[in-house]
Each structure stands twice: as structure tokens, then as C-alpha cells.
């Protein structure tokens, strides 16, 4: 006998939608690996502290440990959408934990690693004011991060000031977790071994600033939202998860350089392409003379 049969009609689809509703302990799974995000957050930033040139492998430690988080924060919300568990109490608590992962955790280390640890035998003056410079940069790379957060935070539908191809989804401004990444990634690339040299220090300086303004930029950056499990090439997608993550064991330094490096520069290529095809529609065509 069913539902309509025993003038269950019009309650049989609100039961289906209890029935479909994931269990309270499913909207748990995605706040254990922004709780690990944090962990890993906060491990970075003990490592971090305790690091010196004579033992570097703290730095390199807490590089790791961001790009550990990077991972666990791609995670926790590819989990949620899956699994249907997606609530604002997980939007909050993953923004607060981007904050002291992504934002507080790579700006100390790149401020400690990069000018704290500059040795005392160079000029003094020229030693303290690359070093407040750092402190300075350091806090403008936290500040854009917090903003980067905020602002995605309230958009709707976000556009990007040079849109891409029609259909698929970007990020407006480089995401903070890639930003980190950048950081954590030329740590690990040099092995945690601090920069000793005032001109190294400089161009760290400038690096740290581009990055933190292609966090609050309108700049499109590619999201990767397109590729998931139900593509048409199912095994495509495994082979090229396992073939990057062999690579990245077997040389961790340059593979996670060259990935985090790459996606900054993807960016700004896909700027200047932009603003290239944009004047090259705007200019005028050749004048043909009269015939």
C-alpha cells in the first residue's frame, strides 16, 4: 500500500527530505579538517618562534606544516559540498582558521626567516631598517589576507575585472591559502636556511608585497571548482594526482616552488592577456586608400 493509499500524500515528500538529510555527526567530518587547519596553523607559528640559523629545520618545519593546511583547506570544503553538510557555523569557523593559518602563521615566518635572522655583521643602520621594512610588510601581507577573507566572505557571484572563459567559475584576487603557499614553499625550497644577505632580504620584500596585492586585487585566478569525480575522463584525474604527488616526494623543494610560483604567475599572465586583447580590439584597423 503506499503513501497516497493511506492519505500520506502530502507529508511522503517532506519525510524523503528528512530521510535525505545527512546525520548530525556528518557535519562534523568538515570541522575536523578546518580543526586540523588550525593545528596545523598554530604548530607552524611554535616552529616558527624556535627557529635560528643554527638550527633551520624549525623553519622548514613550519613551511610544511602551511603546506599541509593548504591541502586540509581544500579538503574540509570539497567534503562539506559532497556530503551535503555545508553550514555557516563551517563558513565562520573556516574563515577564522584561514586567518591564523594562511594569514598569522606564514607573516611571522616570513618576517623571522627573512629579516629577523639577518646577521648582526652588516651595517646597523642598514640591518634595523630592512628589518622594521619586514615587520611593516610582513603585517600588509596579514592585512591583505584578512581582506582577501572579508571580501570573499560578502560577495555574491563575484566577477573578476578581466573575465575568462564563459561558464566557468575564478577566483576574484589570489586566495590567502595560495599566498601562504608562495611562503611556505621558498622556505622549504632554501631548507628552512634563513636569508643572511640584505639584497636577498629586498627582493623577499617585494615579493611579499606583489603577493599581498594580488590577494585584494580583482585579478581572476583560476579556482578548479570545474574538475571533479563526475567528469567525462574519470581516470584521467587520478593519474595526474598521483604523477604530481610522486614528483612532489621525490623533490618537494622545487615541485612545490614551481606549483606555487606557477599559480602566482598564472594570474598576471592572465591579466596582461587581457589588457592585450582588450587594446588589440580597441585599436583601428589599417586605412585603405581610396580606390
Known amino acids: 500500500m503506499d503513501a497516497e493509499q493511506l492519505g500520506l ?8 527530505k528528512r530521510r535525505r538529510r545527512p546525520s548530525r555527526g556528518m557535519y562534523i567530518l568538515p570541522s575536523l579538517f578546518t ?11 611554535t616552529q616558527s618562534v624556535q627557529g635560528s640559523v643554527a638550527d633551520p629545520a624549525y623553519f622548514d618545519r613550519a613551511a610544511l606544516a602551511i603546506g599541509f593546511a593548504v591541502l586540509f583547506d581544500g579538503l574540509d570544503g570539497r567534503i562539506a559540498r559532497t556530503t551535503n553538510t555545508t553550514s555557516d557555523f563551517g563558513k565562520e ?3 577564522l582558521a584561514d586567518v591564523i593559518t594562511f594569514g598569522v602563521a606564514p607573516s611571522l615566518l616570513a618576517y ?11 651595517h646597523p643602520d642598514l640591518r634595523e631598517n ?3 621594512a619586514g615587520v611593516f610588510v610582513c603585517f600588509l601581507f596579514l592585512i591583505c589576507g584578512a581582506c582577501r577573507l572579508a571580501r570573499f566572505n560578502i560577495s555574491v557571484n563575484p566577477q573578476p575585472r578581466n573575465p575568462g572563459k564563459p561558464g566557468r567559475k575564478y ?9 601562504a603557499g608562495v611562503i611556505a614553499a621558498v622556505v622549504h625550497c632554501f631548507d628552512g636556511s634563513p636569508i643572511y644577505d640584505p639584497r636577498t632580504a629586498l627582493v623577499w620584500l617585494m615579493l611579499l608585497l606583489f603577493t599581498g596585492f594580488l590577494m585584494v586585487s ?5 579556482s578548479g571548482k570545474e574538475i571533479g569525480v563526475n567528469d567525462r575522463k574519470p581516470f584521467q584525474l587520478p593519474v595526474v594526482v598521483a604523477l604530481v604527488g610522486v614528483l612532489i616526494v621525490w623533490k618537494s623543494e622545487w615541485m612545490l616552488m ?7 604567475v598564472s594570474g598576471v599572465l592572465a591579466r596582461l592577456a587581457y589588457s592585450w586583447g582588450r587594446r588589440r580590439r580597441r585599436s583601428p584597423g589599417p586605412v585603405l586608400p581610396p580606390t
Open 9 to 16: 500524500g502530502d507529508f511522503a515528500p517532506e519525510e524523503d
Open 35 to 45: 580543526a586540523g587547519n588550525i593545528g596545523l596553523g598554530y604548530y607552524a607559528i
Open 93 to 95: 569557523l573556516d574563515s
Open 112 to 122: 623571522i626567516w627573512g629579516f629577523r635572522m639577518l646577521p648582526l655583521s652588516i
Open 130 to 132: 630592512v628589518v622594521h
Open 171 to 179: 577566483f576574484v584576487g589570489m586566495p590567502i591559502p595560495a599566498g
Open 218 to 222: 580583482s585579478w581572476r585566478f583560476w
Open 258 to 264: 614551481v606549483i606555487a610560483l606557477g599559480y602566482l
